[in-house]
């Protein structure tokens, strides 16, 4: 593809005006041709060998007042989880460094609350300062916020915020009733506002119908500004809560969903999340090809474990795939990729012209 047709796919504008009907199209899709157009229009925003590894850590455990029927975390649910209380500052850094030395561009810290109260406010304002010293980008997800947590949480340097929408609106009912998607919808204005980057996606495999996960990447895409990152998670099914025993989702659906965030948010990044330790390298191929450029990296996530770093980096060394260091200097690299090889079409014209007969250049 020259420099010129990849600027054009990448310019496409973004759009977010999906109708239901553009969007279940795609899904009707077949497979190979739907995979090739996500990866197409991957190749055209991204690096297509790279990926964003971003490591998790749960900084207060359980005992939450929410009833998320998939949640291990859930107060309403007896699940056998260990609660913790939050953590120790020296803590959530050591855990930080670690992540880093193993590789992570990226420390999501995440915590069982319905919102954080306003006691708890100083102390994880500190640890995002903490951690971003260490040269990583932050990110938290703590549950509902005010516009002024919000800003006081974009004052400490916090890059990223995750609050997912989980499922449709018209599904979302059936998963959570302790509070509604507008009060989603309204923490997601509040990051927005304050600055702070948007991480924002939602699970599949919540016996939810396929119009539910097209109502779903519907809603994702159709914000006013797309997020910047996207997790697509597959239910990690946990014993004890209302959704412990659903059926599996098929595993092409879950990388048609992927393949479809790809093509709706062109520009954001794809992350491949919860659910992994139940795909086998296979699976999680057909999901970077999808347009998946982002993975969580590191043996658990908040509270269920995750594929081994180990065997993750075995993985992409199979694959080819190299990790990002900074979104930022990938931001960069890939202004930079273009312009090079505008430069080297460029250089081409003049090469050919220097080497055409005398008076033809005249
Ligand atoms: N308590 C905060 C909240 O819900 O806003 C933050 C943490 S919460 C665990 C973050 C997200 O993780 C949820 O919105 C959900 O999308 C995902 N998640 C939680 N439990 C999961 C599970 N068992 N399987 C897959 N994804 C899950
Ligand atoms: C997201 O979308 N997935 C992560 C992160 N954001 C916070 C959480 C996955 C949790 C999986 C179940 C668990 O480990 O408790
Ligand atoms: Fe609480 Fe978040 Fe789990 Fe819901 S998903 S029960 S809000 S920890």
Not at 98 to 113: P, V
Not at 114 to 130: A, C, G, N, T
Not at 315 to 330: A, E, H, K, Y
Request: with cysteine; charged share 25%.
């Amino acid at each position: 593809m020259t420099a010129l047709h990849h600027d054009a796919l990448r310019n496409e504008a973004l759009r977010n005006n999906w109708s239901r009907n553009e969007v279940r199209a795609l899904f009707e899709l077949p497979f190979m041709d739907l995979l090739f157009r996500a990866q197409t229009v991957h190749r055209a925003n991204f690096e297509p060998n790279t990926v964003q590894v971003s490591t998790l850590l749960s900084i207060k455990t359980g005992a939450c007042p929410e009833d998320c029927k998939y949640c291990s975390q859930s107060g309403h649910y007896d699940t056998g989880l260990d609660k913790e209380k939050l953590l120790a500052i020296q803590k959530v850094v050591e855990e930080a460094q670690n992540a880093k030395d193993k590789g992570a561009s990226r420390f999501c810290m995440g915590a069982a609350w319905r919102s954080p109260r306003e006691k708890d406010m100083p102390y994880v304002l500190e640890m995002v300062k903490q951690v971003k010293e260490l040269g990583l980008e932050t990110c938290m997800t703590l549950g509902m916020l005010s516009g002024e947590q919000a800003q006081q949480l974009a004052e400490a340097g916090l890059d990223y915020y995750n609050h997912n929408l989980d499922t449709s609106p018209e599904h979302y009912g059936k998963i959570i009733t302790t509070r509604t998607y507008a009060d989603r919808l309204d923490t997601l204005g509040h990051v927005r506002e304050a600055g702070i980057k948007v991480c924002c996606g939602g699970i599949v495999g919540l016996g939810e119908a396929r119009e539910d996960r097209i109502g779903l990447l519907m809603q994702l895409a159709n914000l006013p500004a797309h997020p910047e990152s996207v997790p697509i998670n597959m239910l990690v099914k946990i014993e004890g809560t209302p959704l412990g025993e659903v059926d599996d989702l098929d595993p092409f659906e879950f990388v048609r969903t992927v393949a479809i965030a790809r093509l709706l948010m062109p520009q954001s990044y794809v992350r491949l999340s919860a659910g992994r330790e139940t795909m086998n390298d296979e699976m999680q191929a057909l999901c970077f090809m999808a347009g998946a450029n982002s993975i969580f990296y590191g043996e658990k996530l908040l509270t269920t474990a995750n594929p081994e770093a180990a065997d993750d980096r075995k993985l992409f060394q199979r694959l080819g795939i190299n990790t990002q260091s900074t979104q930022d200097v990938s931001d960069e690299s890939r202004e930079e990729a273009i312009a090079q090889s505008l430069r080297q079409q460029q250089m081409g014209t003049l090469a050919r012209d220097a080497m055409a007969p005398r008076e033809t250049v005249n």
